[in-house]
């Protein structure tokens, strides 16, 4: 099955720096590539996702990257905020494909603890 | 719309014990899964539906057991817990569309403690 390895596992940044999550995964079949944020306490909730016929998409402040050939994606967040201090988990799936049996299931990576200091 | 939601909130157990946890959802998704939750793990998949009447197992599913007898809820249930168990618990839908790449909606979570 897939395996999604992602780090590093926590990261701490000054107000206005940049972060970088970085995540791998193994099932070269995978092509829909979620980021979720989840604040202390509270559900996670998709920020942005990627979809594998696309190299990089941006959406203010967030964007993401996708290398197909190295199996491997990242999240950057510019400008941070303190309001940005959260976990967040990257994931994987392949997607819900016809005839087969993927219904959208997503392997998520072990999460990564960004704290931004004022 | 209320979205995904999730009953109890928390909950403690003492081991042997057994509960069941409900998750609705009122976006007609067809797709729910469960999940677990636990420090520098992630999420892991334990059962998923992917209509009325039909289960499957996901990567942690021994242990729990689920059914989705009404389109709109998916239950999980624990038996016999254990100290393992404690862990929180998602709950999340999602549409079916064939060939679609689906976000998944999550609920608030509950809570388990099994002393």
């Known amino acids: 099955g897939e395996n999604v390895e992602q780090h590093p596992s926590t990261l701490s940044v000054q107000e206005g720096d940049s972060a970088v999550i970085k995540c791998t995964y193994s099932?070269?079949?995978?092509?829909?590539f979620p980021w979720y944020k989840q604040e202390l306490g509270k559900r996670p909730q998709l920020i942005i996702d990627?979809?594998?016929?696309?190299g990089e998409k941006k959406d203010q402040r967030i964007a993401v990257t996708l290398n197909k050939t190295a199996k491997h994606f990242s999240l950057h967040i510019t400008e941070t905020q303190p309001e940005d201090s959260a976990v967040y988990f990257c994931a994987a799936s392949i997607g819900n494909n016809a005839g087969g049996t993927s219904y959208g299931k997503l392997t998520f990576g072990q999460g990564t603890i960004l704290t931004v200091h004022p | 719309n209320a979205g995904v939601t999730q009953t109890p909130k928390f909950r403690v157990l003492k081991t042997g014990q057994s509960m069941t946890l409900l998750c609705a959802q009122d976006?007609?998704?067809?797709?729910m899964y469960w999940y677990r939750q636990d420090p520098g793990m992630g999420l892991r998949l334990i059962h998923y539906s992917v209509g009325e009447g039909t289960t499957a197992k996901g990567e942690v599913p021994d242990g729990y057991n689920v059914s989705r007898l009404k389109k709109q809820n998916f239950l999980l249930g624990l038996e016999s817990a254990a100290p393992s168990q404690t862990s929180v618990y998602f709950c999340?839908?999602?549409?079916?569309?064939?060939?679609?790449?689906?976000?998944?909606?999550f609920g608030p979570g509950t809570r388990l403690t099994v002393l």
């Open positions: 999340a839908s999602s549409y079916s569309w064939v060939g679609s790449y689906n976000e998944q909606f």
């Open positions: 099932d070269s079949a995978s092509n829909y």
């Open positions: 990627i979809r594998s016929n696309v």
């Open positions: 976006m007609n998704h067809e797709y």
